[in-house]
């Protein structure tokens, strides 16, 4: 099994950029789908998370309204898209998968996803 995350780099504050998330080597449509980040000398966060139906999303306070995940099963690849970037956001973000029978899920712990993503840098400038 594989997640590679892509998308990362740096961008001005207030910019965008999207995260892309791709699967290998697993049933993509049978996983709820999370991304965290990680900030230096803080640790991993939750940023949001997408059932496997795609039907439920929650994200944390900090993104709502800014940040929108999306998945295409089709291509086994989930999205974040990252609007109105704050420094505050800058981070490495990782990508994670759990298996699950639910088609909707409440927020999944960390420590419950089965695999994880490399991660990518997000470079926020002020």
């Known amino acids: 099994v594989q997640l590679q995350a892509s998308g990362g780099g740096l961008v001005q504050a207030g910019g965008s950029l999207r995260l892309s998330c791709a699967a290998s080597?697993?049933?993509?449509?049978?996983?709820?789908m999370g991304w965290f980040r990680q900030a230096p000398g803080k640790e991993r966060e939750f940023v949001g998370q997408?059932?496997?139906?795609?039907?439920?999303?929650y994200y944390a306070d900090s993104v709502k309204g800014r940040f929108t995940i999306s998945r295409d099963n089709d291509k086994k690849t989930v999205y974040l898209q990252m609007n109105s970037l704050k420094p505050e956001d800058t981070a490495v973000y990782y990508c994670?998968?759990?298996?699950?029978?639910?088609?909707?899920?409440?927020?999944?712990?960390?420590?419950?996803?089965?695999?994880w993503g490399q991660g990518t840098q997000v470079t926020v400038s002020s």
């Open positions: 997408m059932s496997r139906s795609g039907g439920t999303t």
């Open positions: 080597g697993l049933t993509f449509s049978r996983y709820a």
């Open positions: 994670a998968a759990k298996s699950t029978i639910l088609t909707d899920i409440a927020v999944i712990p960390q420590s419950e996803y089965h695999y």
